[in-house]
């Protein structure tokens, strides 16, 4: 199909999303109407291991509003997905808690408050046991059992290539070093929440989500009700934030759908920040204990790592956040890096804490903290910069086998190192370091080269590995598009309709995209893995492709042209050679709908195409660098970021703005997670950061202005888009730990865990002053 050059992909084209959401007049699933609604509220549980003695609901059930009370006996159900893992977390505990925060016992009343006071009133009777908290501990006592007698080690990978033990030996220089990664979470604008309403007349439950994947939600309602799948429609509203923690199945929406069913009456549970912060899948617990061989020049022959992951009490689902930081970390290790041996140890444990699942970046920001930490001690043992080393082992033949075996297509990966560091003048800030040095500053550069594997099948998201769209033109020539996806902010309206539109030469504004209802979306794997404009985009590109080769074949006749010869643009088919031959494109449409006769007996009635698209590969890898410059106060702790640049190769942009809000975003939780953020428990298994009072977030005045620059490197994919919203929060991290450990080298300070606090540097700092030379 011919097109005329490009009008909308590639433009800043402002999102279309934004009218309603800066408004106010987005609808969230707390706004919507549900008449004779009942209100949940959970029990949860104060101890990270009790056995449940006794539950007497009396008081409660006496309370005005109050309707029923529920406990496992009531909604038996387990989130088991048989035969992957041993243990399933059941929609309230049964018999036992183990963690704090695990839901009880469940309250329903006529409003939130009646039913917030009632679940005070229930009294539950605990039995303390002891509780395993400690991750390192965990992996050093394989007799603590979190199931007994289940294995508390409920992962263990083994991989090396071959000649890893020779390589090893043989090298000149080793290095040993434990990184660390502590608990965060996603924290999204909008808390989780679900409501259900069941229709007894068609034997329907309509089910609300806040989530990213609805076609999986109703697969997960139909298993775990019972139900076949065609009598569940899952309904997702505006949602306010997702990071991957809204793409697992929780206990609360079994047991909100369950209730609706069993109570005959619609059901709704909203959750507050506090039960967020105790009950959202957490993310990144890990250690790693890492050796490297390396040579006197800098190069790395072999990288041996021990990936260590806190699961939780039970594995999310359907996606265990640990399996996938740690089974995913070790495939890319090496990241951008030519490193030619790999040996890995994964060890995935129970603990007596909240199930981890995804957020954003997985494993990517642990794996480029691993891998930038290496290169930077690696420079620093031989005397080096920093970029030289990294100049000596960037990849830069394609395509490149790493040594997990990933094939990574072709990237950028040295041009776009280069093009970072021009863009902040490097060496003029190492000559700012040194004289800051003499004069007791402490500036420091850190950089990152990052790999992100994008567009997978297996990942939050489920294993679908395509997805889908469903295009009509309307008897208007205006376009309605359907899709499989799972949008959670990230401006899927605006991006598949500039796609759409530049395929069929209309007008972006004549595109509207639908999503997020089963009974009229495609079936899709919706939105995490990075993969919505690569394969989302994909599916939007060929039904538009199939679509406007309806149109062509009816504009064809109706002109009395060849049908190679009809080309559409700017909202009309015309013929090509002879633009006065052209018929308005809503004159096409109207005709095949409502002027059927005219379409002769070998073209259909009606404008309608439903396309799926899977991509020629298992994976394609976007790359990138971020480049910061710091200056860390040593007599407070305090770090100031001075510059940060950032160069990104995502293929083909759809929209460019949209990517660099995509890319602010994952730098200002970069900044989060390398300086702030961390779910802190106490020995006894009790969260203590259970307020954004404690549990710090990122403000305005902590994220420095970015400097963004693109390279382009098509992907093999239609359309040549590689994922992007993951590569910031992967790369950021470890280029602000890089800058801190750079600025604190003349003390020989080295942070390998994270987050590094004030506290933390001004502790390490002392330490280092205070240790016999």
Not at 577 to 596: H, K, Q
């Amino acid at each position: 199909m011919e097109h005329s050059r490009p009008q909308w992909t590639g433009a800043r084209v402002a999102r279309v999303e934004d009218a309603r959401l800066l408004s106010g007049r987005a609808r969230y699933l707390d706004d919507l109407p549900l008449p004779g609604c009942l209100e949940v509220a959970f029990v949860r549980s104060p101890h990270a291991h009790a056995r449940i003695r006794r539950i007497d609901p009396r008081l409660a059930l006496a309370m005005p509003g109050v309707v029923a009370i529920w406990t496992f006996s009531d909604c038996p159900v387990r989130l088991l997905q048989s035969g992957v893992y041993p243990v399933g977390q059941p929609a309230l505990a049964d018999g036992e808690v183990r963690y704090v925060g695990e839901p009880v016992v469940a309250v329903f009343a006529a409003d939130r408050y009646l039913a917030e006071d009632a679940a005070e009133a229930v009294e539950v009777d605990y039995e303390p046991l002891p509780a395993y908290v400690d991750l390192a501990a965990i992996v050093e006592h394989p007799d603590w059992a979190v199931h007994p007698p289940v294995d508390n080690r409920y992962v263990h990978r083994e991989y090396a290539t071959e000649g890893f033990d020779q390589a090893f030996a043989q090298a000149p220089h080793h290095l040993r070093v434990r990184f660390r990664t502590r608990r965060q979470t996603a924290v999204t604008l909008e808390p989780r929440g679900a409501a259900a309403v069941f229709d007894p007349a068609s034997e329907r439950l309509t089910f609300y989500a806040s989530t990213q994947s609805p076609h999986r939600m109703r697969g997960d309602l139909a298993k775990f009700l019972g139900l076949p799948d065609h009598r569940v429609r899952v309904v997702v509203p505006e949602v306010g934030g997702g990071f991957g923690m809204k793409a697992n199945t929780y206990p609360e929406d079994i047991l909100v759908a369950w209730a609706a069913l069993k109570l005959g009456r619609p059901v709704r549970w909203v959750s507050d920040r506090m039960e967020s912060l105790l009950a959202d899948a957490h993310a990144r617990d890990d250690i790693h204990d890492v050796e490297v061989a390396f040579d006197g020049e800098g190069r790395i022959w072999a990288v041996a790592d021990h990936l260590m992951a806190d699961g939780g009490a039970y594995p999310g689902y359907p996606f265990s956040g640990a399996v996938g930081e740690t089974g995913l970390a070790a495939q890319v290790l090496t990241g951008p890096y030519q490193i030619p041996h790999l040996k890995t140890t994964i060890d995935c444990v129970f603990s007596h804490k909240t199930p981890l699942g995804a957020y954003r970046g997985v494993w990517g920001p642990i794996a480029s903290f691993v891998q930038e930490g290496i290169v930077d001690r690696v420079a620093r043992a031989v005397g080096k910069d920093p970029a030289e080393v990294r100049r000596l082992q960037l990849i830069d033949q394609f395509p490149y086998r790493n040594p997990a075996g990933l094939v990574y297509d072709p990237g950028s990966y040295r041009d776009s190192m280069e093009l970072a560091l021009k863009a902040i003048d490097y060496d003029r800030w190492r000559d700012e370091q040194r004289r800051g040095w003499r004069e007791g500053r402490y500036l420091g550069i850190g950089i990152s080269v990052f790999v992100e594997p994008s567009a997978m099948a297996a990942s939050e998201s489920g294993s679908i590995p395509y997805e889908a769209a469903t295009l009509r033109m309307e008897p208007s020539g205006k376009v309605t598009a359907s899709l499989g996806l799972g949008p959670t902010g990230q401006g899927h309206e605006t991006t598949m309709a500039q796609l759409i539109a530049d395929a069929l030469g209309i007008a972006v504004e004549d595109v509207v995209v639908l999503h997020g209802d089963t009974d009229s979306a495609p079936l899709g794997g919706g939105t995490g893995g990075s993969r919505s404009a690569t394969i989302g985009g994909g599916a939007a590109l060929t039904a538009a492709e199939r679509l406007g080769e309806k149109v062509r074949r009816v504009a064809a006749h109706l002109l009395e042209a060849d049908f190679e010869d009809v080309v559409l643009a700017q909202g009309q088919a015309y013929v090509r050679g002879v633009p006065s031959r052209a018929l308005p494109l809503a004159e096409v449409a109207r005709i095949a709908y409502t002027d059927v006769a005219r379409l002769g007996p070998e073209l259909e009635p009606g404008l309608e195409v439903t396309a799926r698209y899977r991509p020629p590969l298992p994976m394609t890898f976007s790359n990138g660098t971020h480049v910061a410059v710091v200056e860390v106060d040593i007599e407070t702790g305090l770090v100031k970021v001075l510059r940060y640049a950032v160069v990104n190769d995502c293929g083909t942009l759809i929209n460019p703005q949209i990517v660099e809000g995509q890319i602010v975003g994952g730098v200002a939780q970069g900044v989060g997670s390398a300086f702030l953020e961390e779910l802190a428990y106490s020995e006894d298994g009790q969260l203590t950061t259970t307020t954004l009072l404690d549990y710090r977030l990122p403000e305005a005045t902590d994220v420095p202005p970015v400097e963004i620059q693109h390279l382009t490197t098509p992907s093999a994919s239609l359309g040549g888009m590689k994922g992007m919203g993951e590569g910031s929060l992967i790369a950021a991290p470890a280029a602000l730990v890089g800058a801190v450990n750079d600025a604190l080298a003349p003390l020989e300070v080295w942070f390998s865990e994270i987050p590094i606090t004030p506290e933390a540097i001004v502790r390490a700092v002392r330490r280092r002053a205070e240790a016999p030379r």
